[in-house]
Each structure stands twice: as structure tokens, then as C-alpha cells.
């Protein structure tokens, strides 16, 4: 197998290699939200009469989602706790996903917010909770190819050859887990796991990078050198909503670092971890391909995750593959009964045996850090225990089609896959276009 290494902006995710050593397509995602849709593949909770929750199917256009969730809880009066999700959608994008209101259903109809809407509305016992989805299918348009239709088609099929030879694509987590503008919630991540809140709370507020707007950039260069947190509040852009939470926090009490972070929503303070673990993650996946190591097929050593009965990867059975079983896991993946996993580092993780062992045990230790690490006594929602996750990701009902130099293509994915992960093996471009 021949991977290509990937760019110095993509490596800085762990995003170290592609794959297939096909030539890429080129091109742009994202031109305009709308080509980009992503629609849930949904659990529905039973409809209840008497039910306490209103689930309906929300479709919005270039919304982020927490702040999308911050809008509903403020045009309800509500709490966000109160406001329940499956999964994070991209933002610009037009996502279509299931959300639950501990809200009357009167309330939810009459919600009018710019570009979204809200339809299919219903009551039920059960809310919505993350992970209460089977996955997402999508339909892209790649703009601005380097090649035009029949050479276009041509070039996206001998990827999709050598992908479904393998039975998926490396299961990488994509930038948005990062920060697609702006990736270094891993880097704010880190540093919170290893105690250093103030070295968290100025890389997530004053670390500019150079694709963002300049006035952004200048407000978090200023507040760099200043740390003047008052006077931030008048300068530094409105639209930072969350880092002014921060910077708020820390106006009103000097020096509270742990304080700032913890002032923000809960799921956004998780996913700082979150996000190291995904870039640890990466790393490994990285150097499994690298080390020409199959994805596809265990290894003894390896740690297995069997199907649940939606088929998906079951990540709270772990199954360690001897010699002794070799054979069976073999047939079960085969039957896509069980996945090969890599390691989420956290506090109760358990490492793999053998040549995959050795590449997270690597990796891990390189960093510096153990399982203690991931226990965050003064940011208790940081803490982590820790994961598996599978190493390979699988995509159905694939479609190509070229219209001069777009190319549009349809799948679907399981849950906790990016799609960008799999564009990836087809653009080969670099990681701002996707």
C-alpha cells in the first residue's frame, strides 16, 4: 500500500497521511451552505400525547451548533439543559437533525429564527440525548476541480476503487473537532489536562491564526499582551461570543483561569479534551498506515469492538484478539460484526497488545502525560475516561456524478464519522477547503 503525506497545516491535527496514492481532485467544499447537506439518520422516541418533550426535525442553514442551541433556549425561555441533541453538525452547511424541548409544543411551532425552521413537530416521554442517531447522510458539491467530467468522474472512481477494496476509510476525526477556522482546541485541551489553565484560557482567547479576519486577529493579539480583560470587553468583537464569556468571567474575578473555562457551556468545556484525545487519536491512526498495517484486518494484539444490533461499533466491549480467536474475529469483520479500535486516552483507558500496542503506548508516552491526567479535580466536565474508537469508517450508498469541474457526491456515514475525513482521500487539497 502506498500512503501520501499530508500538509504541515493538516499534521498539526494529526492528520498525517492519506490513504490512497491517487491524485486528487482539487477543489472547494463549502462554496455556499447549500452544498453542503447533511441529514441525520435519526432515532425517533415514541410519540406520547402525555409526553413532556417536543421532538421536532430541525433544518438550519450556517449555524454553529452551539450557538444554534443558545438561540433556541433564548427564543423559548428556556435553559439549554433543557434542550437535547444527537450529534454536532457542520456549520456551513444546511443540516436537517432531530431536537427535543422540555418546552410546550405550541412554543416550538411558533419558533422564527432566521434560517432555520422546524417541522414533523410531536410530544414524547424521552428526550434526545448525544449519540441517539444511527449516522448522517450527505449530499456534497466539490467546486473548482482541477479536472472537468469524464476525466473529473475518472479520477474520484480510482479513489472510490481502492476505498472499497479496503471496506471503508481511515476513521480520522476531522478538523471541525478541532476548530475549522481556527484548530487549537486540541492545543486548549492539552494544557488543561496537564493543570495549566492560563496558558488554556489564552490559547482559546488571544492565539490568533492567520485565517482569521484582521479585526479578530488584532483583538486577540491586543489582549495578549495586555491581558487587560475590562477593557477587552469593549474592544473585542461581539460576534466571539464565547470568548467573551471568558473574558467576561475573568474582568469580574482576576485570575480565576479554571473558573473562565468552566464559565463556559457545558459541552463546549468537554470538548477542549475531547479534542486532545482526537488529535491523539489521529497520531496513531497515522502511524498504523504509515507502518503499512492493516486497517481492515486484526492484528493479534488489536482490541475489538463488537456490533451492537443497529450494527454499529458496540464501545463499551472491549475484545482483545489472541491467537487463539484470531480466526473468528477475522470472519466477524468480514461480516461487519466487529471493528478494530485505537485508543481515546483517558483515565481509565486500556491500551492494545502487540504492534498496535506499541504505537499508542508511543504516542501517549511521547506526550508526557498518564491516566491521572485526565481527572480535572477543578474542571470536573474536562475529565475523561477515556475511549476506543474504530479505526476504520464506513461509507454507503456512494455516488459520483462531474458536472464540468464540480463533482457532486451522496453517502452515508455511521455516527461519530466525518465526512470530511472521507473527502479527504478524494480532494488531497489543503485543510482550510475542506
Not at 488529535?279 to 456490533?307: E, H, M, Q, T
Request: aromatic share 8%.
Amino acid at each position: 500500500m502506498e500512503y501520501q503525506a499530508s500538509s504541515a497545516r493538516e499534521t498539526e491535527i494529526g492528520l498525517e497521511v492519506f490513504y490512497t496514492g491517487t491524485t486528487g481532485t482539487g477543489g472547494r467544499l463549502r462554496t455556499s451552505p447549500e452544498d453542503f447537506l447533511v441529514e441525520e439518520i435519526s432515532k425517533y422516541p415514541d410519540q406520547s400525547e402525555d409526553g413532556v418533550y417536543t421532538i421536532g426535525t430541525v433544518t438550519s442553514t450556517n449555524w454553529e451548533m452551539n450557538r444554534l442551541v443558545r438561540q433556541l433556549s433564548k427564543s423559548l425561555g428556556i435553559s439549554r439543559r433543557r434542550i437535547g441533541f444527537a450529534g454536532t453538525k457542520d456549520k456551513r452547511a444546511v443540516t436537517k437533525q432531530l431536537i427535543s424541548f422540555e418546552a410546550p409544543i405550541e412554543d416550538v411551532k411558533s419558533l422564527k429564527i432566521h434560517q432555520v425552521t422546524i417541522s414533523d413537530v410531536y410530544k414524547a416521554k424521552k428526550h434526545i440525548t448525544l449519540g441517539d442517531l444511527v449516522g448522517n447522510s450527505f449530499t456534497i458539491w466539490i467546486r473548482e476541480c482541477d479536472f472537468e467530467g469524464a476525466d473529473l468522474e475518472d479520477n474520484a472512481e480510482a479513489t472510490a476503487c481502492i476505498l472499497n477494496e479496503l471496506g471503508g476509510f481511515p476513521n480520522f476525526f476531522g478538523v471541525q473537532r478541532f476548530g475549522a477556522l481556527r484548530p487549537v482546541t486540541h492545543i486548549v485541551g492539552k494544557f488543561i489536562v496537564n493543570d495549566e489553565f492560563e496558558d488554556a484560557v489564552m490559547a482559546y482567547i488571544a492565539s490568533p491564526t492567520p485565517d482569521e479576519p484582521q479585526e479578530v486577529r488584532e483583538a486577540r493579539e491586543d489582549l495578549g499582551e495586555s491581558r487587560d480583560f475590562k477593557s477587552a470587553l469593549g474592544t473585542y468583537p461581539m460576534r466571539l461570543s464565547f470568548e467573551r464569556t471568558v473574558i467576561a468571567h475573568l474582568a469580574r474575578n482576576d485570575g480565576d483561569y479554571a473558573g473562565a473555562i468552566g464559565s463556559l457551556p457545558q459541552n463546549l468545556q468537554m470538548m477542549f479534551v475531547h479534542a486532545y484525545q482526537s488529535y491523539l487519536f489521529n497520531r496513531i491512526l497515522s502511524a498504523r498506515i504509515k507502518r503499512g498495517l492493516s486497517l481492515a484486518r486484526p492484528l493479534i494484539g488489536d482490541i475489538v469492538l463488537p456490533a451492537d444490533r443497529n450494527g454499529l461499533p458496540d464501545h463499551s466491549i472491549y475484545i482483545k484478539v489472541t491467537r487463539e480467536n484470531l480466526d473468528l474475529v477475522e470472519r466477524q469483520m468480514t461480516e461487519n460484526k466487529a471493528f478494530i479500535s485505537g485508543i481515546l486516552f483517558g483515565s481509565e483507558s486500556e491500551f492494545a497488545e502487540g504492534e498496535a500496542g506499541e504505537i499508542e503506548k508511543e504516542i501517549v508516552g511521547a506526550e508526557g502525560i498518564g491516566r491521572e491526567n485526565f481527572i480535572v479535580p477543578k474542571i470536573p466536565q474536562c475529565s475523561s475516561k477515556g475511549s476506543r474508537r474504530e479505526i476504520l469508517g464506513r461509507f454507503r450508498s456512494l455516488s459520483i456524478r462531474a458536472e464540468g469541474d464540480s463533482l457532486l457526491m451522496s453517502f452515508s456515514l455511521d455516527k461519530g464519522c466525518y465526512a470530511t475525513s472521507l473527502l479527504r482521500e478524494f480532494m488531497k487539497v489543503g485543510v482550510m477547503d475542506y
